[in-house]
């Protein structure tokens, strides 16, 4: 890309714990204004965690998160909800009893401008156009597909720069992975939201990316461009194994 980039988000040396485990050892990562991110690795790699330790969710030791130029450590999940950070949670977790509007509406908890909220509201129906037309439907009845939208949609009511996105295709059927890897390059490209995405099948989280870190045992054990994850037989074979990415992070 041509595009010059700024950092936007910075994890520095980041240690965090459940109880007695050591679940991140010092872990190094950025994020660019306007960039597409991808976390890989296996079960209990610390992905997850990880994206838990940048919203808060999870207590960091020892280091530091940096968001925008601000020091974001201690504060509390709101808070850097409000700073321009959302979620789209593992398994989507659309609030199933509401419809898809109030769903929409909870995306902006942290807001109180209330022209500002109608006005995303129209805008995310205008991005969605599926969920224009389900608008009063209960959440719950919708598609897996559709309720991967409103998840993407719900997170963008709050104005994010940047979207954290847990397991985006899981369950989803092959067509329905195209359409929301599809989804995440629209966002990013004609929102101009950077997005960071934990994912487990490599070879399509690191097709839409830029770059993509490796994560196994709570390190990040590599790093580099989407291309050089994806293309590099030698990396493959020193720590990846059988030259085949997707296999060794599955």
Request: net charge neutral; proline share 4%.
């Given at each position: 890309m041509s595009e010059i980039h700024t950092e936007l988000l910075s994890l520095e040396n980041v240690h965090a714990y459940y109880g007695p485990f050591h679940a991140l050892r010092g872990n190094t990562l950025t994020v660019q204004k306007g960039e597409i991110v991808s976390l890989l690795g296996g079960n209990a790699s610390g992905k997850s965690t990880t994206m838990k330790a940048i919203l808060g969710l999870v207590k960091v030791k020892a280091g530091r998160v940096r968001f925008a130029g601000r020091d974001i450590t201690q504060a509390p999940t709101s808070q850097?909800?409000?700073?321009?950070?959302?979620?789209?949670?593992?398994?989507?977790?659309?609030?199933p009893q509401m419809t898809v509007d109030e769903n929409l509406l909870a995306g902006a908890f942290t807001r109180n401008d209330k022209a500002g909220i109608a006005e995303d509201l129209e805008r995310m129906r205008d991005h969605f156009p599926r969920l224009a037309e389900r608008r009063r439907q209960e959440a719950g009845t919708l598609s897996g597909g559709?309720?991967?939208?409103?998840?993407?949609?719900?997170?963008?009511?709050?104005r994010p720069q940047l979207i954290c996105m847990d397991e985006p295709t899981m369950g989803l059927s092959p067509k329905l992975v195209d359409q929301v890897l599809d989804e995440i390059v629209r966002i990013n490209t004609e929102l101009g939201v950077a997005v960071l995405f934990v994912e487990q099948q490599a070879e399509l989280a690191l097709s839409i990316a830029s770059r993509g870190y490796v994560l196994a045992t709570g390190e990040i054990v590599l790093s580099g461009s989407a291309q050089d994850l994806l293309d590099d037989p030698q990396i493959q074979d020193v720590y990846l194994g059988k030259g085949n990415l997707a296999a060794a992070v599955a």
């Amino acid at each position: 890309m041509s595009e010059i980039h700024t950092e936007l988000l910075s994890l520095e040396n980041v240690h965090a714990y459940y109880g007695p485990f050591h679940a991140l050892r010092g872990n190094t990562l950025t994020v660019q204004k306007g960039e597409i991110v991808s976390l890989l690795g296996g079960n209990a790699s610390g992905k997850s965690t990880t994206m838990k330790a940048i919203l808060g969710l999870v207590k960091v030791k020892a280091g530091r998160v940096r968001f925008a130029g601000r020091d974001i450590t201690q504060a509390p999940t709101s808070q850097r909800v409000r700073a321009g950070i959302a979620s789209v949670p593992e398994a989507r977790r659309v609030f199933p009893q509401m419809t898809v509007d109030e769903n929409l509406l909870a995306g902006a908890f942290t807001r109180n401008d209330k022209a500002g909220i109608a006005e995303d509201l129209e805008r995310m129906r205008d991005h969605f156009p599926r969920l224009a037309e389900r608008r009063r439907q209960e959440a719950g009845t919708l598609s897996g597909g559709e309720q991967q939208m409103l998840a993407f949609a719900r997170a963008l009511m709050s104005r994010p720069q940047l979207i954290c996105m847990d397991e985006p295709t899981m369950g989803l059927s092959p067509k329905l992975v195209d359409q929301v890897l599809d989804e995440i390059v629209r966002i990013n490209t004609e929102l101009g939201v950077a997005v960071l995405f934990v994912e487990q099948q490599a070879e399509l989280a690191l097709s839409i990316a830029s770059r993509g870190y490796v994560l196994a045992t709570g390190e990040i054990v590599l790093s580099g461009s989407a291309q050089d994850l994806l293309d590099d037989p030698q990396i493959q074979d020193v720590y990846l194994g059988k030259g085949n990415l997707a296999a060794a992070v599955a």
